[in-house]
């Protein structure tokens, strides 16, 4: 499985800047440009804010040292620790992990590894470590995440990221279940489309 955002604590930090502000959820949607719908869901772990509203958030919590990443995902050792516990022999209580760990930091804080990079942080974690590359987990997960970042290219596109997604974010999470399903359904017909035609 590869690595998700646990939402359940992006939701409860979302509540939290918003409680802290003594905002209701109304009040908080329209500060950030979302429905009170959007802020429900954010708040209750079904889904995570795309980019431009995070940062909204940031931006209104008062927390100015605050980033995406660090929102997201915590601190880049922490991030690395719930990225790699999907490997049967990671664990921190073995210390070339740790040392690892903190070689892996010490190339984040260089600038040469970020949050988001999964197929690079394997490679690199490869590299110190080559008996990992001989266990099926591990190269199940660098295949996945290899694939994961070749199929959501798209994402990168900064139009599409702050324009696009905001906008449809908003609208369809006041669809009632059975529009969302053909949404759904209708994306992914697409997308397997694009799949066939780059193959």
């Known amino acids: ?17 918003r409680k802290r502000l003594n905002l209701t959820m109304p009040e908080f949607a329209e500060r950030i440009g979302v429905t009170k719908g959007a802020v429900n869901n954010y708040e209750k772990g079904r889904s995570i804010p795309k980019s431009p509203i995070l940062n909204k958030i940031i931006k209104i919590s008062g927390m100015p040292t605050m980033t ?27 210390k070339d992990w740790l040392a690892i760990l903190d070689k892996l930091d010490e190339l984040h804080n260089q600038n040469e590894l970020n949050y988001g990079d999964e197929a690079v942080i394997f490679k690199e974690l490869r590299k110190h470590d080559r008996t990992l590359a001989e266990t099926t987990a591990f190269t199940n997960l660098l295949t996945e995440y290899i694939k994961k970042r070749n199929d959501y290219v798209v994402l990168e596109d900064d ?41």
């Not at 499985?1 to 800047?17: D, H, L």
């Not at 995406?68 to 601190?75: A, I, R, S, V, W």
């Open 1 to 17: 499985m590869v690595y998700q955002v646990n939402k359940q604590r992006v939701g409860k930090q979302i509540e939290s800047i």
């Open 68 to 94: 995406e990443e660090l929102f997201l995902y915590g601190d880049f050792k922490t991030y690395l620790i719930e990225l790699f516990a999907e490997l049967p022999n990671f664990s921190t209580e073995n």
């Open 159 to 199: 139009v599409f990221t702050s324009n696009i997604l905001p906008i449809f974010e908003s609208d369809y999470l006041d669809f009632d279940d059975a529009t969302k399903r053909k949404i759904a359904e209708d994306i992914s017909m697409l997308i397997a489309k694009e799949r066939i035609k780059r193959k």
